[in-house]
């Protein structure tokens, strides 16, 4: 009996709680902005949120893509298809490793700290004083720093699959001696503009919306103490990195199954 | 002289009223904040809200600035129903009241300058040079002009206070909300502030409403005075009034008597038998 209780009651709250998630977001998106006041706020923002985070996008991808193109170089090697290492490694950037671990950096670096930044700006009060002050803080913070993260990680999705395709170059050609044009000829080849590459932008757009609303939501949802910022920090990148993989099982079955 | 009282009581229920609150009751999920509470905040007056911590004074202010719905009843700002107000409506009203908070909440990544232009950016189109001129008035009346570069992490409580005033005032509200502006202030700011209240009050012809437990800083300061304790007004009157008042719950609460109507301890089984069972609890929770 009690845990159907406990069963019932966890139910509730997780209903509850999208509910609250899906008035957030429509309560905060559905305006139209004042674009004198408005672009500056956003401008803020993808500093914050897209710039601050190029530099571990930038890195991750140039090694992520070093160490693709040393493990199918010996690979490939056997079987004398190392002219084939330019597209493996453009294609498996491209359609999986690009949206997905640019998506899981970016929750643990910018969807952090923006559920941290509004859990503080809640706890201090500032949110309540926003409001008080007839500024709706939903339109105010809420808005600008999810259409920030809508722009920013698709942007960054890019660098990274463009970054690790330089860094496999730095391996697969300058290192091991793969033939450059080769290299690129046959990677030219074998993306496909509509199949590939689109639907990694397609991905990459699915995971901004997931991860920064998951994180401007658990920071405007927390309990407003220290405890409850900590818990709604880790509560962002835990449920948005589930959701990333998730959604990319999905999304890869959708589009590549036939 | 008691002629004198009545006169004068009545001249004050003739001022014209600016919050009046009728029959309001609420609950945070089963616990009963506010039973079926009445209480009217003239217009140009200082009026003090007093209880003991916890007992719903900041959810009080909330209740007034629409952030918070009662369960049933009225209440009133100049004439409009809060709870009833559409969100468009709510926010044009917000624009007349303004509240300071307990902690200040000033924008931690802004100047102070910038915290206190922050209102008149959001809500008017003037031009920067009348922006600095207000932004520089409001801080000269709290004696914070010479700090305008600096951030609120760089501010002491009592400066970050002054500050978040300045800010509170700046689109020259009608009414104004302080929650604990007393709390955690030393002497010589809690003077500053006890005068900057009044001050502001009377010059700007401001209607405040203070919250506070802090007794003799609201009996210096308050034109008239609620006490609240167990979800009801128990007591009000002008701090002349408060003073000479029987009731033992209000002169628990003035003179600050730790036991008396309102127990010290929270509702418990008597201490020896504790003492005695205490073993037999730690068990159980073990257990
Ligand atoms: N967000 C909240 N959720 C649930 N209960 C709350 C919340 N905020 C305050 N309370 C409770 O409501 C009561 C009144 O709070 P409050 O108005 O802050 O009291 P005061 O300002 O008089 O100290 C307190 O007992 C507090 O525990
Ligand atoms: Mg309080």
Redesign the interface.
């Known amino acids: 009996m009690k845990q159907v209780y406990f069963l019932g009651r966890k139910a509730i709250a997780i209903i509850s709680g999208i509910g609250r998630a899906l008035i957030l977001l429509i309560s905060a998106l559905a305006h139209v902005p004042n674009p004198k006041?408005g672009f500056p706020l956003l401008l803020n923002q993808l500093y914050a949120v897209g710039v601050l985070s190029l530099v571990i996008i930038i890195v991750s991808g140039t090694f992520i893509g070093m160490v693709l193109a040393l493990q199918g170089y010996t690979i490939l090697v056997g079987y004398g298809a190392e002219a084939s290492l330019g597209p493996m490694v453009a294609l498996s950037l491209i359609r999986e490793l690009g949206p997905v671990i640019a998506a899981l950096l970016f929750a643990g670096r910018a969807g952090s700290a923006l559920t941290a930044e509004i859990g503080l700006m809640k706890a201090?009060?500032?949110l309540?004083?926003l409001?008080?002050?007839?500024?709706?803080p939903l339109r105010r913070i809420i808005a600008p720093r999810f259409w920030a993260g809508l722009i920013s990680l698709p942007l960054l999705t890019a660098m990274f699959s463009a970054v690790g395709i330089l860094g496999a170059h730095l391996v697969g050609v300058d290192w091991l001696g793969v033939d450059s044009g080769t290299f690129w000829s046959v990677m030219q080849g074998q993306v496909d503009f509509e199949k590939d590459i689109v639907n990694s932008i397609i991905k990459s757009i699915v995971f901004a919306f997931v991860i920064t609303w998951i994180a401007v939501f658990k920071g405007y949802d927390c309990d407003p103490t220290s405890e409850g910022i900590s818990k709604a920090t880790t509560a962002t990148v835990v449920q948005s990195s589930l959701w990333v993989l998730s959604l990319d099982f999905i999304l890869t079955a959708l589009m590549f199954s036939n | 002289m008691h002629l004198l009282l009545k006169r004068g009581l009545q001249n004050y229920n003739m001022s014209e009223i600016l919050v009046d609150i009728r029959n309001m009751t609420f609950k945070r999920e089963e616990r009963v904040i506010y039973n079926d509470i009445s209480l009217s905040i003239p217009k140009g007056k200082v009026t003090a809200i007093m209880g003991p911590s916890g007992i719903g004074k900041t959810t009080l202010l909330r209740l007034i600035g629409g952030q918070l719905k009662p369960e049933s009843g009225n209440i009133f700002f100049d004439g409009k129903d809060i709870p009833r107000l559409s969100r468009n409506a709510l926010y044009e009203t917000r624009k007349r009241m303004s509240m300071l908070f307990q902690s200040g909440a000033l924008f931690s990544e802004m100047s102070v300058y910038d915290n206190i232009a922050f209102p008149i950016r959001e809500h008017t189109n003037l031009p920067e040079n009348l922006i600095e001129k207000m932004v520089l008035m409001k801080l000269e009346a709290v004696g914070l002009r010479g700090a305008r570069g600096l951030r609120p992490s760089e501010l002491s409580g009592g400066m970050a206070r002054r500050a978040a005033l300045a800010r509170s005032i700046a689109l020259d509200p009608e009414l104004i909300l302080y929650d604990e502006p007393f709390a955690g202030q030393d002497p010589i700011s809690m003077g500053v502030i006890v005068r900057l209240i009044r001050s502001l009050n009377d010059a700007l012809g401001l209607t405040s409403v203070v919250v506070s437990h802090d007794v003799p800083e609201v009996m210096g300061i308050a034109d008239y005075i609620y006490i609240i304790a167990e979800q009801k007004i128990i007591g009000q009157g002008t701090p002349e009034q408060i003073a000479e008042q029987t009731s033992p719950l209000v002169r628990q609460f003035v003179n600050g008597e730790s036991d008396g109507p309102v127990p010290f301890h929270y509702k418990a089984a008597p201490y020896r038998e504790e003492l005695i069972r205490k073993t037999v609890f730690t068990n159980n929770r073990r257990g």
């Open positions: 006041k201090t009060e500032q309540s004083s409001e008080m002050m007839a500024v709706d």
